[in-house]
């Protein structure tokens, strides 16, 4: 074979393996990306349901004084 013949097969090797690899990390990363969107997701949720659950209980407390002040109205008529 001649010099010229071994480099090309090389290169063509060399370009086919870094597609290959290009490819792998590719999908590497697309994964990961997958992951940490729904790790924020989650985070989100859980930081949400704990935002609903906090204002339900400040709107019981709400409505607890707000009843107590009418009473205290009704009372006092």
Do not use: N
Request: hydrophobic letters at 45%; glycine letters at 6%; zero cysteines.
């Amino acid at each position: 074979m001649m010099i010229t013949d071994v480099l090309h097969r090389t290169f063509v090797s060399g370009l086919a393996a870094l597609s290959v690899y290009g490819l792998f990390m590719g999908y590497a990363v697309h994964r990961e990306t997958l992951a940490k969107g729904r790790e924020y997701m989650a985070l989100k949720e859980a930081e949400a349901k704990q935002r609903e659950q906090t204002t339900a209980e400040e709107e019981a407390k709400e409505l607890a004084l707000a009843e107590a002040a009418q009473a205290v109205f009704r009372r006092g008529s």
